[in-house]
């Protein structure tokens, strides 16, 4: 079974394209026009193994809030399509990742309902020109598009550039264990 998938999404704020394969090598290549946001979706595929393409454009003379969000849907859905019905995946990840002072713990659940749990809060509102609060926003877009169950908890950290790789980095690891493949099961 292919485990790719191609998404198009066109609004009244973003058009995007996106290529998925979740048995990639972790290569991206991602245009979003958000430097700081396309730098965690690399290190998203890097870390989930996946290959990744996004080109994104979207009302960044308003905000990055519509290009950010958008991007998460699609990743969500993608990552639905590309799963298709689930048989043999092992469906449960988590992955505890330190990131320097910081310490992020996340957990999924690809069974097929929604829910997001999001325990991190950032020292600072914006992380270079970046609006920290736009890490819950994607993750939550995802959630609700990818049908899964995830909770993003930040034990610790002070930084808000560690904090947000942080918390991409062991989401990426725990789809990544939630997507493979278990022998141990059938259908």
Same mark, same amino acid.
């Given at each position: 079974?292919?485990?790719?998938?191609?998404?198009?999404?066109?609004?009244?704020?973003?058009?995007?394209?996106?290529?998925?394969?979740? &048995?990639? %090598? $972790?290569?991206? @290549?991602?245009?979003?026009?958000?430097?700081?946001? =396309?730098?965690? /979706?690399?290190?998203? #595929?890097?870390?989930?193994?996946?290959?990744?393409?996004?080109?994104?454009?979207?009302?960044?003379?308003?905000?990055?809030?519509?290009?950010?969000?958008?991007?998460?849907?699609?990743?969500?859905?993608?990552?639905?399509?590309?799963?298709? &019905?689930? %048989? $043999?995946?092992? @469906?449960?990840?988590?992955?505890?990742?330190?990131? =320097?002072?910081? /310490?992020?713990?996340? #957990?999924?659940?690809?069974?097929?309902?929604?829910?997001?749990?999001?325990?991190?809060?950032?020292?600072?509102?914006?992380?270079?020109?970046?609006?920290?609060?736009?890490?819950?926003?994607?993750?939550?877009?995802?959630?609700?598009?990818?049908?899964?169950?995830?909770?993003?908890?930040?034990?610790?950290?002070?930084?808000?550039?560690?904090?947000?790789?942080?918390?991409?980095?062991?989401?990426?690891?725990?789809?990544?264990?939630?997507?493979?493949?278990?022998?141990?099961?059938?259908?």
């Amino acid at each position: 079974m292919s485990r790719t998938t191609k998404i198009e999404r066109k609004t009244a704020e973003t058009q995007i394209e996106m290529e998925l394969s979740l &048995d990639g %090598s $972790g290569r991206c @290549r991602t245009e979003t026009g958000v430097g700081f946001f =396309d730098h965690m /979706l690399t290190l998203f #595929a890097k870390h989930a193994a996946f290959d990744l393409s996004i080109k994104a454009v979207g009302d960044l003379e308003v905000d990055q809030h519509h290009t950010v969000e958008d991007v998460g849907i699609c990743l969500g859905a993608a990552i639905r399509q590309a799963t298709g &019905d689930k %048989s $043999g995946i092992r @469906r449960y990840g988590h992955f505890t990742l330190p990131m =320097d002072e910081t /310490l992020v713990t996340s #957990a999924v659940d690809l069974g097929g309902r929604s829910h997001f749990v999001f325990n991190a809060q950032f020292p600072n509102a914006k992380i270079g020109q970046f609006d920290s609060q736009l890490v819950a926003e994607f993750w939550q877009a995802f959630a609700a598009n990818a049908l899964c169950n995830l909770h993003v908890n930040l034990q610790y950290g002070q930084n808000g550039h560690h904090i947000a790789e942080a918390i991409f980095k062991a989401t990426a690891r725990a789809i990544r264990m939630a997507v493979a493949a278990d022998p141990d099961i059938s259908g």
